[in-house]
């Protein structure tokens, strides 16, 4: 019997992880210029190795600009991202996101889950829409926001792959922690009910085929997470 070793993030890791973090905060803001490598050797407690190469790796990321002869500073990382920008922002704090990411994630899911149901409806066969029938009931069994947060993220992300399109299933699966965590702050404010009532009704349509209905109860249950009492923004 085989077991790998267990590896522990580098220097250099720790460094990058801990710009990141101030970069993501606000604490370190768009224009900011960084210290001198040599500084944030001695402030840090770090190698100038370990420096340098954690600030080409965060210019890469789109989180720095390096300017020859005139220093490293704080990019504009939204405007500049890429998939590397996106896990550490899913990485950040656990996967608690800020309102701006909330609003920005649910607003992916407002454009993404009407045409998601439509090809549920078209692709699926009537087994796997009964599939989708039965995690909707596990999700209205759910009594604890632990099990609810994990019950609805496995409905969404099977009702992603019943779409047959492959970028549709990534994507929800590696926001799948975020989701999770924004289940838990909507969970918390406003209760379990009104959720398991329209996921359930979700099922219920798609497996007639009723992909219209469907994709109005998922648009009005995603728009509830920024927009009136239930929002979770102000």
């Excluded at 990534?170 to 289940?183: N, P, R, V």
Aim: charged share 25%; net charge neutral.
């Amino acid at each position: 019997m085989n077991f790998d070793k267990i590896s522990v993030p580098s220097v250099r890791e720790e460094f990058v992880r801990a710009i990141e973090n101030k970069i993501l905060s606000g604490e370190l803001k768009i224009g900011d210029r960084l210290p001198s490598a040599r500084e944030l050797c001695t402030m840090m407690g770090v190698s100038l190795t370990s420096v340098s190469t954690g600030i080409t790796e965060l210019a890469n990321k789109g989180f720095l600009e390096v300017k020859p002869r005139h220093g490293v500073y704080v990019k504009d990382y939204r405007k500049d991202a890429t998939s590397e920008t996106f896990f550490a922002i899913l990485r950040y704090n656990g996967g608690n996101l800020n309102a701006h990411e909330i609003r920005s994630f649910t607003e992916t899911r407002i454009a993404a889950d009407p045409l998601v149901a439509r090809l549920a409806a078209e692709r699926a066969s009537d087994a796997e829409l009964t599939e989708l029938c039965t995690l909707a009931e596990q999700f209205a069994a759910c009594t604890e926001i632990p099990d609810a947060c994990d019950a609805i993220t496995a409905f969404c992300y099977r009702l992603y792959r019943l779409s047959d399109n492959s970028i549709f299933a990534m994507l929800y699966k590696t926001t799948m922690e975020a989701q999770k965590g924004m289940y838990t702050l909507y969970f918390r404010k406003n209760g379990l009910l009104s959720a398991q009532d329209s996921m359930s009704s979700v099922a219920a349509a798609l497996a007639v085929r009723d992909w219209q209905t469907a994709g109005k109860l998922l648009l009005s249950s995603v728009e509830s997470v920024i927009s009136g009492p239930t929002s979770l923004i102000s």
